[in-house]
């Protein structure tokens, strides 16, 4: 695992609210999905407020015929710069046997930096708000219900009015498992 910088602990630095969206298609996706939370919640700089259920959707975009994905959202609490979250996030994907091959291809695990407060980064690496989460119904679905009043820092829309203006949320399906 990669060494991480941290903020340093001299009470100047504040914890950062982020949201994080997990989805796996390819193996046991339910087993990945409750690694990655353990694996997350296990960083001490990193603590899980609030996870919301799990959605299966069909896969979007890449090459055909991927199976449906798993995914949900969680909002996190953290002392961890953007990068060094997103590392993390990378390394834990990386446990889970994530290769990246194709774009947008399948796989066991795949850990994107949705939000990092209302900040906005514009990097070769590290693209916040996500750009394309406002248009992605299986990103949106568990995130408005954990944080339905979450304005989009670029947007400045809520994650409840934004999924409101989806052309379709067909072929999202919560499912019953708590995990």
């Not at 990246?100 to 209302?118: S, V």
């Not at 995130?143 to 947007?155: G, K, N, R």
Request: charged fraction near 20%; include cysteine.
């Amino acid at each position: 695992m990669p060494v991480l910088k941290y903020f340093p602990m001299n009470g100047k630095h504040k914890p950062v609210t982020a949201f994080l969206g997990l989805g796996s298609n390819l193996g046991d996706r339910m087993a990945h999905l409750k690694g990655a939370r353990h694996a997350l919640h296990s960083h001490q700089k990193l603590r899980i407020l609030r996870a919301s259920s799990i959605y299966e959707t069909e896969a979007v975009g890449g090459p055909e015929n991927q199976p449906p994905y798993l995914n949900a959202v969680l909002e996190v609490q953290t002392l961890l710069r953007a990068s060094c979250l997103l590392e993390f996030a990378l390394a834990v994907e990386q446990q889970f046997g994530r290769c990246r091959t194709t774009r947008w291809g399948a796989r066991t695990l795949d850990i994107d930096l949705l939000f990092y407060a209302d900040h906005v980064h514009q990097e070769p690496d590290l693209i916040v708000p996500h750009p394309r989460l406002h248009e992605r119904a299986f990103v949106l679905a568990p995130l408005t219900e954990i944080a339905p009043d979450f304005i989009h820092p670029l947007l400045q829309q809520s994650m409840q009015e934004i999924f409101a203006q989806l052309p379709s949320t067909a072929g999202i399906r919560r499912l019953p498992d708590n995990w």
